[in-house]
Every structure is written in C-alpha cells, then in structure tokens.
C-alpha cells in the first residue's frame, strides 16, 4: 500500500494563478480532507468527504474548490492564488469518524 | 466549540529519560476521540497514539501512553525511554462522534538531549 500520496511536493504560484493539488489514497477510505499548516499553528480543516459525491466545507474553505469523484481521489483547487494561501497543504484520509486519520507527505505551496 | 490546548511550545528531555508533554481540550460532546500525532523535521505526520472518551483504561502504544483525565479535560502523551528520534513536534488532536473534522492544538517542540 502506497498510502496517501500528495503532489506535488513543492509548488511556487504567482498571485492570481490557479492550480490543483493532488491527493489519492489506495486503502479504500470512504473519509478524506484537507488541512492547512500555518507556522505556529495546528492544522486547520479546509473542506472534507465523506465518499464519492459528497464534500462539505471546514473551517477555512475561502478560495478553495473540491471534488470527490472516485473514493481514491480528493483533489484540491486553487482558483486565484493569494498570498494568504502560502501554506503546506496535508490531504488525509480514515476508514470513519471514529478511527485515526493518515495523512500525506504534505505539499508546500508558496505565492508570491 | 472544541478547543485543544497546548501550553508547552518547546520541551527538552535527556535521552533515555521519560517526558510529558500536556494536552487540555474543550468540548461538550460526551463523545469524543483524542489523538497524538507526530511531526519529524521531514514534515510528515505520524499517528501515534488515541483514546475514546468511553475508554475505561489508558491507551498505550509501545513507548507511548496517554493519561486520560476525564474530569480535568486532559490526555497528557507520555513518552518512556526517550530516543533522539523523538525529536520532533508533537500535536494534539481530537475528533467529536459524527466529525469529520480533527481539531488540532499549536504543537509542542520535544528535543532529546543525548
């Protein structure tokens, strides 16, 4: 099992471009998420799934899109990059609500 | 709300020594899970260790144990034995019944002193 993979590993943007991260998981996961890492901070919930076809939003959503069209893949859209959105980007995965959460090796994404 | 707090920026044990690192959380849902996750200077986050609030006893994992008190909101990670591969930044995390969400706190820095 590769586990949560995540690209790609280091990104730079300009302000105003847009872009997708990739996440897929091979462990056949109904949950999936993606959290931002600011320094100083804990990790922060941007949007999540619950399976294919279902996505919601977490607590900093602002400037970002999902979808979840396959319980592998759980891509994350940037739709005009700020500044503010420099952050390492951390996809995750559980089998439900009530089991850990793994996560990928991070995405580091810095807009200029 | 949920709230996790970590009051501990940065700890510092000698190798081979056991060190705590504290963790106080918030929340008025009588179901809940706890987590530790570790992050190495590689960046990536490790699972370590987790507790269910129905749990009756202390969750360990190897070296890992969790001192769950109900009462006092706390689920201190204590770490047996520190190696300097514990070096690392270490977080709180938990998960209320019916969440998909994991509420993290800010981090404690542990540094193993050889």
């Known amino acids: 099992n590769a586990g949560v993979t995540q690209t790609p590993k280091f990104q730079v943007l300009k302000t105003g471009q847009s872009m997708t991260l990739q996440c897929a998981q091979d462990?056949?996961?109904?949950?999936m998420s993606w959290y931002r890492q600011d320094p100083g901070m804990g990790l922060r919930l941007i949007h999540y799934s619950v399976g294919a076809g279902i996505t919601d939003q977490g607590e900093v959503p602002n400037g970002y899109n999902v979808s979840r069209s396959t319980t592998e893949d759980f891509p994350l859209r940037l739709l005009s990059a700020a500044p503010s959105q420099t952050s390492v980007y951390f996809c995750a995965s559980s089998y439900s609500d009530q089991y850990e959460q793994y996560f990928g090796p991070g995405t580091r994404l810095t807009v200029t | 709300a949920q709230k996790i707090t970590q009051t501990q920026p940065g700890m510092f044990v000698q190798e081979k020594e056991a060190v705590t690192l504290d963790c106080t959380y918030d929340t008025s849902d009588p179901s809940y899970g706890l987590f530790w996750y570790k992050q190495p200077s590689s960046g990536e986050m490790i699972f370590l260790i987790y507790q269910g609030s129905y749990d009756q006893q202390n969750a360990t994992e190897g070296r890992y144990s969790l001192n769950f008190q109900k009462a006092r909101k706390s689920a201190n990670l204590v770490i047996s034995a520190s190696q300097l591969g514990d070096s690392a930044m270490y977080f709180c995390a938990m998960r209320v019944s019916g969440a998909n969400n994991l509420f993290f706190g800010t981090g404690t820095r542990l540094t193993v002193i050889p």
């Open positions: 462990m056949n996961h109904e949950y």
